[in-house]
């Protein structure tokens, strides 16, 4: 007897998923399959998407595996229900600090002057080289999980293009009247050696312990008496310059253990006991007395040291007395201007004290807080010591203090543009909801003014060139930098430094010589520009770029909301009055498998890499999508395998019986068709649920909830399909006689098994293709 051929090929009862993954992968290489099916949707309606860029110059971990997953699971979703994703192509960020700072490492420099000395030139191709470190590594992670997205076609933040077209959008800002230059006290990492916006520092902000201390000025107007202040930053009493009260709130000159203090009447009772009290004021009547100058260290050329009015000063803290230095905080720096007080700095770039103040020259500010204690012990000013515990900005790249120090910065006016920030944001759905008028939209709401200059070296060039008498160029083009310039460029000219820096002209106005301001700009600047500078608009495919813009999704890790999603808002609004995306869908961060956040310095990352081989891509993708998607994700092992165990393996064994079953009785697409009306009771009911579960998936992903799409699959494989449907119908595949009964059963299932592979290809595109090959493939080659 002639071995009768199978009609699809045997089912291992347990594959190895990781194997049966790489031989799919090599398929979809070999055949093109991502790119036919890109070029079967060309001319279709569009799904605008926008990959966010990240920078390739670490490793990525599983984190990053989470971001692809995710969007993969959106576009091939979108791409199978007919439409055209555009560009649906990869984007790297390429500059910044952060890039940087990777570099400075990889040197062994530890600050600023050294990268001077090394050269820009060097320093900065030593950048261009890091970005791409590891891209073949973020390719290769993309790849494995299953992420199809077209990385030739990329779009980089450092492409000569790119920045063209952000120097095109900055110079629209700047002919909208947004654009200025500012002298604010400003949150500054003096490890980075530049100020950050707010953005930034939002991602920074920590919990941490700062000396408390109440210090004793000697007041001029009173005999034998002291005025009472208290600071958590010591070190910026080297630069007070006056001490400011409430105008209405009463305050006391008492006697206490043998000498004399004014203070705030409310805070005595609970600062001091038995005292006596001598004089009582207003604040408003203390004005303009003086005091003696705590550090003698600076002599200023104005007036100060004397008692200024502010109505923010309060009792809830201190002793209703605040020491102000307007070099370092808002605050201080409004008082210094209304009362026309002097600016004293003494801190240097790198945040260590200058020469001019001996006692502490050299040392960083946060370490002389202790040294300044202890002076001010021996002189015997320190009133009384503790410790204060409040939340404090970090700088989120280097984790160094921040501090707030008085420098040059060029500003975006967004706090100008906020009505129209909150009226695009308006137009935008987000998963979660509640994003859109809290966390994101208070932030919109109050959004301040853009601090975009950099004291750094590698990133986009601030494009304003400064004549010697002050007129200001702002330079939209390559095009203009040359005939400004009027010399041809030399040939491997590039827009950036220190290649911009060398290019001077003459000033459009007065003819002096006009020299480039020496900064680059915020590295999310770039980011946010992706939805036009990637097309290099407005040079070029302004038609491509008004079909896609605004993309109708985008979706990223929940602190983007700070970052990317408000930078790309932020200028889409400047520069079109839209909104740069419709529906934005927010990740929550992975954690590793005791539910800490993973970092590189806690050596707890859990790469793709170690999972993968495992259990599959297919098993990590479920596990992730089975988390509502904006939650944080505990990336634990065993229960990537129970995920597995719960609905691949149910789904593989329904399938694998179906298989061999259909291989004895010789199952046959034409001849088993029995019409649906004419099946039983339960092979209707079953149809009827999958169809309940087409809907219930594509509703799902309407509303950006992919675990609500798992517990639909679930729900539907585990308890109807498998438990249920197969469960109840096992008799009828086992008896001997194939009559109508036993084809309906087959005929059923076998639609089932069809429609669950097109739909859970979004979600776990391996076994969806064995399925796909096997069940249609096989039947017609
Ligand atoms: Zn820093
Ligand atoms: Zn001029």
Known sequence: MSKKKQVFKPVKALPSFPEEEEKILEFWEK??????????????????????????????????????????????????????????????????????????????????????E??????????????????????????????????????????????????????????KGLLYLGYKVVPYCPRCGTPLSSHEVGQGMMETTDPSVFVKFKALDFEDTYYLAWTTTPW????????????????????????????????????????????????????????????????????AFYITLADYVTIEDGSGIVHSAPAFGEDDAQIGRKYGLPVMNPVREDGTFSEDISDFAGLFVKDADSKIIQNLKDRGLLFKQGVYKHTYPFCYRCDGPLLYYSTETWYIEMSKMREQLVANNEKIRWQPAHLKNGRFGNFISEARDWALSRNRYWGTPLPIWICENNHRTVVGSLDELKDLYGKPLVDDFSLHRPWVDDITFDCPECEKTSTRVPYVIDCWYDAGSAPFAQYHYPFENKNLFNAHFPYDFITEAIDQTRGWFYTLLAISTVLFNKPAYLNCLTMGHTLDDKGKKMSKSKGNMIRTDDVIPKYGADAVRWFLYSYPTWNSVRVDPTQIYETMKKFILTLWNSYSFFVSNSNVDGFNLSTFDIPLQERTEL????????????????????????????????????????????????????????????KSAYITTYEVLVTLSKLLAPFIPFIAEQLHQNLVKELNP
């Not at 960020?93 to 990268?115: A, M």
């Open 118 to 175: 090394f050269g820009l030139s060097n320093f900065n191709a030593e950048c261009r080289k890091s970005v791409f470190k590891y891209v073949k590594e973020w390719q290769d992670m993309s790849r494995r999980i299953g992420f199809w997205l077209d990385f030739d076609n990329r779009y980089a933040t450092l492409d000569e293009n790119y920045v063209e077209s952000v120097w095109w959008s900055i110079k629209e800002i700047y002919e």
């Open 683 to 742: 092979d209707k009911w079953l149809i009827s649920e999958v169809n309940y579960l087409i809907k219930s998936i594509d509703d799902a992903l309407e509303n950006m909830t992919v675990h609500v799409a798992v517990q639909a699959f679930e729900n539907f494989v585990i308890d109807k399909f498998s438990n249920w449907y197969l469960r109840q119908s096992r008799r009828r595949f086992w008896k001997n006689q194939l009559d109508e009964d036993k």
């Open 236 to 303: 910026t009493l080297i630069s007070n310059v006056c001490l400011t009260l409430h105008p209405d709130i009463d305050y006391i000159q008492v006697e206490y253990n043998d000498e004399k203090l004014i203070l705030a009447e409310a805070i005595a009772e609970k600062l001091i006991i038995d005292y006596t009290v001598l004089q009582k004021f207003k604040g408003k009547e203390l004005e303009y007395n003086k005091y003696e100058q705590l550090f003698p260290f600076i002599v200023p050329e104005e007036e």
């Open 31 to 116: 055949n093109d399959v991502f790119e036919k099916l890109r070029e079967t949707r060309k001319g279709n309606q569009l799904f605008r998407w926008l990959e966010g860029p990240p920078t390739a110059n670490g490793l990525p971990h599983i984190g990053h595996a989470l971001t692809r997953a995710i969007k993969d699971v959106f576009l091939r979703h979108k791409s199978m229900h007919g439409f055209e994703v555009v560009p649906w192509v990869a984007g790297w960020d390429c500059h910044g600090l952060p890039v940087e700072l990777e570099v400075e490492k990889t040197l062994g420099f530890t600050d600023k002057s050294e990268i001077e």
